[in-house]
């Protein structure tokens, strides 16, 4: 009877621990570059064992470095700073850009608590009145929004005319990449009104929209529907462009297959078209996503509408000691909204697609 080295044993028991392992961090690595968080994989792979040196080498690059340019970007601001003069005052420095966010944090927090001590009183005066058997009022809080609240009202802005430009740009992309007649037709509009900025747009849009909508009561109100139609007049290029050209890209031999088989338009579109389009329909997405939020902001700030971009400009136009401080929070708050939205469609495109691209 053969017997089997313990030592031996236990040496193979844990190869096989290690290799689970190095695939459960091969299949996480995927959704860290997703997440922005690649640096993660190297870490994890040199506390498992995997060639310490080569990891660290990994870790150097995808964390150390970004984190050091950050380091010298914040030395240099912080020194060169107090040396330029406005008629604000001296450019803020890091840290005084971080206590007027601290202090927005904290005027939202206040504000949340006046808002909910108003709608406890409201309620307790219906209560009185439904006693009394008077019918309730309705009575809306009248405090200026918070910050989060208009970071927030942007956000649904953008996502509201993205979501309209691809409803628009996907059909109009797939029927140009599909056939020459209508890409013929398609083309000359999308070569003038692509390059036409969204400061040209507002004023068209928003004597539109005030005569046709003429009233507030809707389920939107004017300044939302003035801004998301502005978005998606801006922003439905990059979708269509892409879209156009994933379609016309597809494989000749995949269409003589579909013409075979005898597919119908919409099976074809369905089972062959889109899915070998998606990459560049994605890509389209995310350019048309990146876009709309820089016109969003744009837009608010010139029609005065609420949103991030009302904030720039009512606190240039407020002229306070602490207003160029609000506004480069806001400006870290407008970058810091567009990389997280482009890692959402990179995530949506990582589900729905093959790409590498990040």
Sequence with gaps: MTTVDPNFAAEADREAR??????????????????????????LKAAAGDNPRAQMKEIWRLLAVPLLA???????????????????????????????????HEDAQAKAVKRAAFEAKVAQLNERLIAQGKEPKERAFTGAPTYYA?????????????????????????????????????????????PVSPLAWLPIVTMIVSAVYATNDGLFSKSFLISAIT??????????INTALGVASIDKDLVNVSKVLKMNTYTKITKLVLPSALPLIFTGLRLSL??????????????????????VWDEFQNGSSSSLAKIMVAVFTIGIIGFLLDRVMYALQSLFTFTNQR
């Design 18 to 43: 290690r290799a689970r392992l190095f695939t459960h961090i091969n299949a996480a690595d995927k959704w860290f570059g997703v997440l922005g968080l690649a640096w993660l994989t190297p870490i």
């Design 70 to 104: 950050i380091v010298g970007f914040l030395l240099l601001w912080g020194t060169l700073a107090p040396k330029v003069q406005t008629s604000l005052g001296a450019v803020p420095g890091p840290a005084q850009v971080w206590e007027e966010a601290v202090n927005l």
């Design 150 to 194: 208009q970071i927030w009202t942007s956000i649904k802005t953008v996502f509201f005319g993205f979501l309209i430009a691809t409803v628009v740009a996907v059909p109009l992309g797939i029927a140009a990449g599909l056939s020459p007649s209508a890409n013929a037709a398609i083309n000359p509009i999308v070569q003038i009104f692509k």
């Design 231 to 240: 978005v998606t007049l801006c922003s439905l290029w990059p979708t269509l």
């Design 290 to 311: 990146g876009v709309g939020w820089m016109v969003l902001i744009a837009a608010e700030m010139l029609a005065q509408n609420p949103g991030l971009g009302k904030f």
